[in-house]
């Protein structure tokens, strides 16, 4: 049987990463195989992009040739890691997918979304999302999240990227895309409330992972 595809998706600090890694210990206690990835990276070309994609050093690059660099990670990820691991029989956990180009280029960026959905049925199509996790947090509150985390481990990894260090109302446009995502696609995805605490996120989490993947007939 083929593994369930799970994406996390939301602002900078809303918690996916946390929340994805909490999900990925609760289903290893079910036995369930699981493999946590990432994007943009999961494979090691798609890494070597991420470094070029996210480096605040870079000048500014077109929303267009930001989703292509992308969509070439993006095919990379799912050829060599997501597909044969899915195949496997593996669940795949990822942090970041779709619609984060879909909101960061598409609604923020100014790429007309037709262009998303042309290369969304080309390189991602058939491998969507069983269930695509939005944690839903205001702007500011995620901001000092990701800052908190920074100055917190002095990993020079962990420095503000691009995308970081854009203004408040890029933030909030972020946000409302990513809501809109959810209102207009509720079969895939479940929009959460990412300022409760940790525990109380991952409850909703696990909540929607078992009534849609785990549940009888699910
Ligand atoms: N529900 C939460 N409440 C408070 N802090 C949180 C919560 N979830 C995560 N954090 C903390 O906020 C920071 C960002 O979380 P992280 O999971 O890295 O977010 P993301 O991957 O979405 O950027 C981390 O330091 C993390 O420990
Ligand atoms: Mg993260």
């Keep these: ?18 929340q994805a890694r909490l999900l990925a210990d609760a289903l290893a206690a079910r036995n369930i195989a699981t493999a946590m990835t990432r994007e943009p990276g999961g494979s090691p070309f798609a890494e070597a992009m991420r470094h070029v994609i996210l480096d605040p050093a870079t000048p ?3 929303p267009l040739s930001e989703a292509l660099l992308f969509y070439a990670a993006r095919a990379d990820h799912l050829d060599h ?3 044969p691991a899915l195949n496997d029989g593996v669940w795949v956990i990822c942090d970041r997918f779709i619609d984060s180009t879909r909101v960061y280029q598409g609604v923020a960026g100014g790429l007309p979304g037709e262009v998303i959905d042309t290369l969304n049925e080309m390189i991602v199509s058939p491998t969507l999302p069983d269930l695509t996790i939005i944690l839903d947090l205001p702007a500011e509150l995620g901001l000092g999240r990701a800052y908190a985390r920074r100055v917190d481990r002095i990993n020079p990894d962990t420095e503000a990227d691009a995308y970081e260090r854009r203004d408040l109302e890029f933030h909030w446009r972020l946000r409302g895309a990513f809501q ?27 909540h929607a992972v078992e009534s849609r993947l785990l549940a009888a007939g699910a």
């Design 1 to 18: 049987m083929l593994g369930k595809f799970i994406t996390f998706e939301g602002g900078e600090g809303s918690g996916k990463s946390t």
């Design 81 to 83: 890691v997501v597909r």
């Design 180 to 206: 809109a995502i959810a209102a207009a696609e509720p079969q895939r995805c479940v929009l959460i409330d990412a300022a409760q605490d940790e525990q109380e996120v991952f409850a909703e989490v696990w």
């Design 60 to 62: 500014p690059h077109s």
